[in-house]
């Protein structure tokens, strides 16, 4: 049987002739859509679309397979609908998955706000930075920080992760930092995870920038190196979900910021496509969307 899900895509590239567009509209990388489309047409033994580098258009077996698609997932959305209808209040067991260090920094106060929206949801959170299988794990929701979203999966960006370099006041009254060229006799604390090679990568006006570091501290934990930072004892690059409130309360303060820390990446929302009519998955995901950009 096909993947609904690439139907759901297709349809979107059928629908705007456009790789950027339908991952626009679904929320999900250019490289995602592609990937779905030619599984699809790898699945069907047939190619779908005429790619060229500067157009999109249907083949015959495409028009044909659009026209069926659109059938399909109009009959879906109504029964999508007609059992929503019959749901006056979500209830049940609802089992999300999300890293400690966003859980711990952002989720405390979304979670909270949940439940007594809903208090016929029982929540099963697991704190992990674990790619489980979802189907097998049966998880309801994925929160991840990821590149590239797996196949056979739906994921709906939640909002925008970027990365800061920042330091304590007192630090800062012993050291001072004014360009990227300071950086390197500096007390630095490095992510093992993110920064590997324990290489700081900036950008800035369209240019990249590998800053060497010497780490005085080399840690795969973020949350253990904001309380480095904390203790005065360097600069670190750190999420920004996880020092909004050091930044509000001048705990420590953001440096260099001509300069864009990177990595930048995205908060998605993942779930199995045989989640998409449960309204506890979309209440959830709403609520994690609308609770972090109040932050």
């Known amino acids: 049987m096909l993947d609904l899900q690439r139907l759901v895509v297709f349809a979107a590239v059928a629908d705007t002739r456009s790789f950027s567009l339908a991952a626009a509209r679904l929320e999900v990388s250019n490289s995602h859509v592609s990937k779905q489309v030619s599984a699809l047409e790898k ?11 500067r157009s999109i258009s249907l083949t015959e077996a495409g028009e044909i397979f659009h026209r069926r698609c659109k059938a399909i997932l109009s009959d879906v959305a109504a029964a999508e609908q007609e059992v929503l209808r019959r749901l006056d209040t979500p209830q049940g067991v609802l089992r999300v998955t999300a890293p400690p260090n966003l859980a711990n920094a952002s989720l405390g106060d979304i979670v909270h706000d949940f439940i007594a929206a809903y208090p016929q949801i029982q929540l099963d959170l697991t704190l992990s930075n674990q790619l489980f299988d979802l189907a097998e794990e049966s998880i ?4 991840r920080i990821v590149d590239d979203i797996p196949m056979n999966v739906y994921a709906r960006r939640l909002r925008k992760i970027g990365w800061n ?43 990249s920038i590998e800053v060497p570091v010497t780490p005085r501290v080399r840690c795969g934990n973020s949350e253990w190196l904001r309380q480095c930072a904390l203790r005065d004892m360097g600069l670190a690059l750190l999420p920004d979900f996880m020092i909004e409130g050091d930044l509000a309360q001048k705990r420590l303060v953001r440096l260099l910021p001509g300069y864009e820390a990177q990595p930048q990446k995205w908060l998605y929302g ?14 959830f995901l709403d609520a994690v969307e609308n609770g972090l950009r109040k932050d």
């Open 43 to 53: 699945e069907l033994h047939t190619r779908l679309l005429h790619r060229t580098t």
């Open 165 to 207: 370099l920042v330091a304590s006041p007192a630090y800062l009254k012993r050291r001072k930092v004014r360009d990227l060229a300071d950086l390197a006799p500096l007390d630095c604390l490095s992510d093992s995870t993110t920064s590997p090679r324990d290489i700081w990568l900036f950008t800035s006006g369209g240019r």
């Open 270 to 283: 993942i779930y199995l496509p045989n989640r998409y009519l449960s309204s506890k998955v979309r209440l």
């Open 140 to 143: 309801d929701i994925a929160l």
